[in-house]
């Protein structure tokens, strides 16, 4: 293989898609991508289909990296974002591979434990050719923790490099016909255990006021898609699917979202976003999508997954941060009474996303030197 893509999961794997798609539409390289999880590597299958090769990743062992090094034989190793493997790292090194570090993010959490064992972690780092870092900070905590300066490179976060399919919007239209044009729609994205419950007990504060208001609720993983319907359905409210049969959806409260890689369409078709994981103590999730599509964006104060970007998003005016339940139903109810609030906040994002670009023609600068040639 040309180059070897490590994504541990969903979010890497969609944080690889610009540049795994340059490197295969400009230098027709053969690339594998490893995930660690099963959803990592059926979103792996929906990104590239059967432009690439997917193994899952072998445990970080001496004699499990030799194997599969002698198998694969990569000519250069990415690894997204902040997956600091000793063994991997060492091995490639010691045979002349190249390791990248792509779209690094570097938190204050994750710092603090590798600077236990920086000592370890140091000797590591000056092993690696290249890191692509998403902020200053995170480019400073590296250097504390023993990458050589001279080795890392600001180049801003891949994740604004939002790619809106040209047909989206045409799709969306039809999806919104589908829960009714002219009702509200409230979507929550990326939902996790025990914030499910939340919003719920918020939707039924809010239908009170808004009788036509749909809840369009989509869980983060897989596994829990039966859960919440079971939850949703306790409820007593009227529940659809989408991956149910196509209904009459008029009488539809909530509509939940149980199928993998459609979050984006359901953005795009909906008037306000709650993006989830940031109610409860999880770190948040990325709220650049929503921003991309100009849907007014809401997430909780457990962002530090996504420190830089959300920060980012409250000053520029194109999302609201809100402490709990209560003020997420207040911050619901302002974005559907004002219309203007709505689109001033939309097109804010729309903004955020534009002047943000260039991270990946930065990265693909600086990995160029590394890159095989055909």
């Not at 600077?115 to 140091?122: A, Q, S």
């Amino acid at each position: 293989m040309d180059v070897w893509v490590h994504a541990v999961s969903v979010g890497e794997a969609r944080a690889a898609a610009p540049l795994v798609n340059h490197l295969l539409s400009s230098d027709k390289l053969r690339i594998i991508v490893t995930t660690m999880t099963p959803t990592g590597a059926d979103e792996v299958s929906r990104l590239f289909g059967d432009g690439v090769l997917h193994r899952y990743a072998p445990y970080d062992y001496p004699g499990s990296i030799n194997r599969f090094l002698k198998v694969v034989h990569p000519k250069v190793v990415m690894i997204m974002e902040t997956e600091i493997w000793p063994n991997t790292i060492r091995r490639c090194n010691e045979q002349s591979i190249p390791v990248l570090f792509a779209n690094l993010r570097l938190s204050e959490r994750s710092f603090r434990k590798y600077y236990k064992v920086r000592g370890m972690v140091g000797d590591v780092l000056k092993r690696v050719s290249c890191f692509a870092v998403q902020s200053p900070p995170d480019s400073q905590r590296l250097q504390e923790l023993g990458a050589p300066p001279e080795t890392v490179q600001v180049t801003g976060s891949i994740k604004f490099e939002v790619r809106i399919p040209a047909s989206l919007n045409e799709v969306a239209q039809v999806l919104r016909r589908d829960w009714g044009q002219e009702r509200p729609v409230w979507i929550a994205g990326s939902t996790h255990e025990g914030e499910d419950e939340l919003i719920i007990e918020v939707y039924k504060q809010l239908k009170n006021e808004y009788k036509d208001l749909i809840l369009v609720l989509v869980p983060r993983h897989q596994e829990r898609f039966s859960a919440v319907t079971k939850l949703a359905r306790k409820s007593k409210f009227e529940v659809v699917c989408r991956s149910e049969p196509k209904i009459d959806l008029a009488e539809t409260d909530i509509y939940i979202g149980d199928t993998m890689g459609e979050l984006t369409l359901m953005y795009a078709a909906a008037d306000v976003a709650f993006v989830g994981g940031s109610l409860v103590r999880h770190g948040g999730h990325n709220v650049l999508e929503p921003c991309a599509l100009g849907i007014p964006v809401i997430f909780g104060p457990h962002m530090f997954n996504f420190m830089e970007i959300s920060q980012l998003t409250l000053e520029r005016g194109a999302g609201v941060e809100v402490k709990d339940a209560r003020e997420l139903a207040a911050t619901v109810k302002e974005f559907l009474n004002d219309p203007n609030l709505r689109f001033k906040t939309g097109e804010a994002g729309r903004r955020l996303i534009e002047e943000n670009k260039g991270a990946l023609e930065k990265t693909l600068s600086l990995f160029s030197p590394f890159i095989p040639r055909k």
